[in-house]
């Protein structure tokens, strides 16, 4: 078998949905595998569990050369950020450094294993894809809630510091508390508190929970939902010029073999 049709063939097993789901489900087994290293278990269990973890690291060795062999240009396999994170998980649960002072970093990258169900499900990628873009613009999002914050933790300072010096002592205690109110996590203790001294202050809480709970938070979904159909669009045109790429590529092969057989027609004539 040479290259090209090694090539073919890794591509055919990677884009294998059977296969995409065993890798799934495999990555699931080593999820709960390192659940069970949580648990106190006979010795023989954890010598069962190590070795499960070895074959499960082969596995995903394996994978990740069959994506490699896959790739039409080598060169541009570590350009993707996943397939750097997928590779270089693997290659450090690789190394055995079980007994070693990096036992510890072993165990932390094994966790990490679970991430790689993003780089294996298409779907999961484009939901982090459209985070990550989201993020720029969330940042405005989560500047303008912090100043909200600061301004409310202020003035809740500063009326509602006598009342309750744990909950309003200074502004970081007053911003704690606020995160609270915001989370509705027995904010109306809070305010009821309060209103014993200020009968006015629920409205101090109400509009918090407006501007945070309702309004903010509001936005950053509006913002994730429409960088997630920009997102699925994007995928979409990317899709369809590939399908008219390979569309163009098959004419151009089947062009060829016309013209092959077109000289091969010709030789008898010729002679």
Known sequence: ?????????????????????????????????????????????????????????????????????????????FHSGWNIFDTAVVIVSLIPIEDSEMALLGRMVRIFRVLRMVSII??????????????????????????????YAAVGATFFAHINEELWGDISISMLTLFRVMTFEDWTDVMYETMGTYPLSWLYYLSFIFLTTFAFLNMVIGIVVNVLEDEHAREKAEQEEKDGKATLDDLMRELHSLRQEVQQLKQPTDK
């Open 122 to 151: 298409p779907e999961l990628r484009t939901l982090l894809n459209s985070l990550l873009r989201a993020l720029p613009q969330l940042g405005y999002v989560v500047l303008l809630m912090f100043i909200i914050f600061y301004i």
């Open 1 to 77: 078998m040479n290259i090209q049709q090694l090539q073919i063939a890794s591509q055919r097993l990677r884009d294998n949905k059977t296969f995409e789901w065993f890798i799934v489900s495999v990555i699931l087994i080593s999820a709960l595998l390192i659940g069970a290293r949580t648990y106190p278990v006979p010795d023989s269990v954890v010598t069962v569990i190590r070795w499960l973890d070895l074959g499960i690291t082969v596995l995903f060795l394996f994978e990740i050369v069959i994506r490699f062999m896959a790739t039409e240009k080598k060169s541009r396999f």
